[in-house]
C-alpha cells in the first residue's frame, strides 16, 4: 500500500482496494494506522501521501523509510552499540537516524534529536529523550530554524550520530540550507561525530554543504558499499562495515 501511495501521491481508498485486491474496511483500517504514524493525510474518499504538494527534489520520508530498510537496520544497530550506557547523543534526522533510535530505545542512555519520527522511536522505557524545537519540514519531520539552532547551541553530547543525502570525497551533503545549518551546530556540540549512511549516498552530491570527510570520526556503513568506500579510508579515520 505505501508503495502505491508514493508512487501515485494521491490516490482513493476505491483503486486502492481494487489494485491490491483488499476490502474497503481494510484500506481504511491500514490508512488509519498510516495517518497516526504521520505517513499520510486521509482525504474524503481518498489519500495523499505527506508533502506530496513538494518540490520533489529530495524523496519523501513515506519514501526514504521504504529504501534499504535492512541495511539501515544493521547501521543503526552497530551506531548504537558505540554508545555506552550514561551517555548522551545528538540523533539527526532522517531514516537511518531513526533505525538508530530503534536500536537505542530502552536504553539508560540521552538523546537529543531534530526530528520527531527519530523521537518517537527512541521514546521506549528508560531512554530519556529530548527534542529540539523549530520549524517541521512537512513530509520529513526534521526541525529546523532559529529555535533549533538556539536549543542545538546550549547542548553537550559524547557522539553526534550525522546522517548524510550524500557523501563523496568533498565531503557529507544534505538536501537544503537550514538542515545543513542544523547539522553543523549539532556536531560542534558533540565529542565524536559518527556519520551513518548505507552505500547508495557514496559518490553523490547534494545541494548543500554540511562538512568535509575530515570532521568525521567514524563511518558507519553497511558491506555492500566495501569498494566504493575505499577511496574514503585515508580521509575518514575509522570506517566501520556492518
Not at 58 to 86: C, M, S, T, Y
Request: charged letters at 25%; hydrophobic letters at 45%; glycine letters at 8%.
Amino acid at each position: 500500500m505505501i508503495d502505491v501511495i508514493v508512487e501515485r501521491k494521491r490516490v482513493s481508498t476505491a483503486d486502492l482496494s481494487a489494485q491490491l485486491g483488499i476490502s474497503l474496511p481494510t484500506v481504511r483500517r491500514d490508512l488509519a494506522v498510516l495517518e497516526q504514524a504521520g505517513l499520510v493525510t486521509r482525504t474524503h474518499g481518498g489519500v495523499v501521501a505527506r508533502g506530496a504538494g513538494e518540490d520533489g527534489t529530495e524523496p519523501l520520508f513515506l519514501e526514504k523509510v521504504r529504501q534499504n530498510q535492512n541495511l539501515k537496520q544493521r547501521i543503526g544497530q552497530a551506531a548504537a552499540a558505540l554508545l555506552a550506557d550514561g551517555q548522551a547523543a545528538l540523533l539527526d534526522s532522517g531514516t537511518t537516524a531513526m533505525a538508530t533510535a530503534r536500536a537505542l530505545a530502552g536504553r539508560r542512555v540521552t538523546i537529543v534529536t531534530m526530528d520527531l519520527k527519530v523521537a518517537e522511536a527512541a521514546s521506549v522505557g528508560a531512554t530519556e529523550v529530548h527534542i529540539v524545537g523549530g520549524r517541521v519540514r512537512n513530509g520529513y519531520f526534521s526541525l529546523v530554524g532559529n529555535w533549533a539552532k538556539d536549543a542545538l547551541a546550549s547542548i553537550q553530547a559524547d557522539i553526534c550520530f550525522l546522517a548524510a543525502d550524500a557523501l563523496d570525497h568533498n565531503g557529507i551533503t544534505t538536501a537544503t540550507f537550514e538542515e545543513a545549518e542544523a547539522k553543523r551546530i549539532a556536531m560542534s556540540r558533540a565529542k565524536r561525530i559518527v556519520a551513518i549512511s548505507d552505500h547508495s549516498k557514496f559518490g553523490k552530491r547534494a545541494f548543500a554543504e554540511v562538512c568535509g570527510l575530515d570532521a568525521i570520526d567514524e563511518l558507519v556503513t553497511d558491506r555492500g558499499g566495501e569498494a566504493l568506500v575505499a577511496p574514503y579510508r585515508a580521509l575518514i579515520p575509522v570506517i566501520r562495515l556492518v
